[in-house]
């Protein structure tokens, strides 16, 4: 069953660096979306990206914040400049379409700022 | 604004039937999904409801009525590797089809 794959597992990194979380949406799907968790809270909505372009974003998806897809299989959320609470599990998923289809998560990037 | 609500935690014993709740709050309603989440690992989806009435699919069915905001989640004949949290999402036309979610029943199968 085709899934979508994200890397790395786990991404230690220092206060301020910028890191870049990677995902293969499942290869039919139109639609795709970051979302994150941070330890024992709800998952968030980030970013969704239609068309090569945001579809839509949350107030949590601010200006340290891009996504793109630089080709014609990867989906990428940069993270500029990285503070202590971005500390979270990122998810990236993807969906046929937006309306009736269910979305399919990645396994998740733990990201831990230091 | 969205708010969801779920009970936090719920216990139950390996072949009995659970019900988890869910009532939502918002602008707008393009369908109520349930996902599970095992510990550390990512959401896997269970099910999808946009009319009323009940999906059944194998020991899984969700319920819902659009009137009252209210969704369950029933699982028959429990098994230990149903130990996870089970989260209830809502899709929104009005903020852009995302996905909302509540913080998750964490439900706890026992011998």
């Known amino acids: 069953e085709p899934e979508v794959t994200q890397t790395p597992s786990h991404q230690v990194t220092q206060m301020g660096q910028e890191v870049i979380l990677r995902c293969v949406p499942i290869?039919?799907?139109?639609?795709f979306y970051w979302y994150r968790q941070i330890l024992g809270q709800k998952v968030e909505f980030l970013v969704s990206?239609?068309?090569?372009?945001?579809?839509?974003k949350s107030e949590i998806f601010d200006d340290q914040f891009s996504v793109e897809r630089p080709d014609g299989s990867n989906f990428t959320l940069k993270i500029r400049s990285t503070k202590l609470e971005d500390s979270a599990m990122y998810f990236c998923a993807s969906s046929y379409w937006n309306s009736n289809q269910p979305q399919h998560f990645g396994d998740g990037t733990r990201l831990s700022i230091l | 604004g969205q708010n969801i609500d779920q009970p936090t935690e719920m216990t139950a014993t390996e072949g009995a039937i659970v019900q988890i709740n869910c009532t939502y709050q918002t602008s707008g309603f393009n369908g109520l999904f349930w996902y599970q989440q095992h510990a550390g690992e990512a959401p896997t989806f269970l099910s999808y409801n946009v009319l009323d009435g009940l999906e059944e699919k194998g020991r899984f069915s969700s319920f819902l009525s659009r009137s009252k905001g209210y969704s369950y989640l029933l699982l028959k004949e429990l098994q230990m590797k149903d130990s996870a949290s089970y989260l209830c999402?809502?899709?929104?036309?009005?903020?852009?089809?995302?996905?909302?979610f509540g913080g998750g029943t964490r439900l706890m199968v026992k011998p």
């Open positions: 990206f239609y068309n090569n372009e945001i579809s839509e």
């Open positions: 999402a809502v899709r929104d036309p009005n903020a852009g089809n995302m996905l909302t």
């Open positions: 290869s039919n799907h139109l639609y």
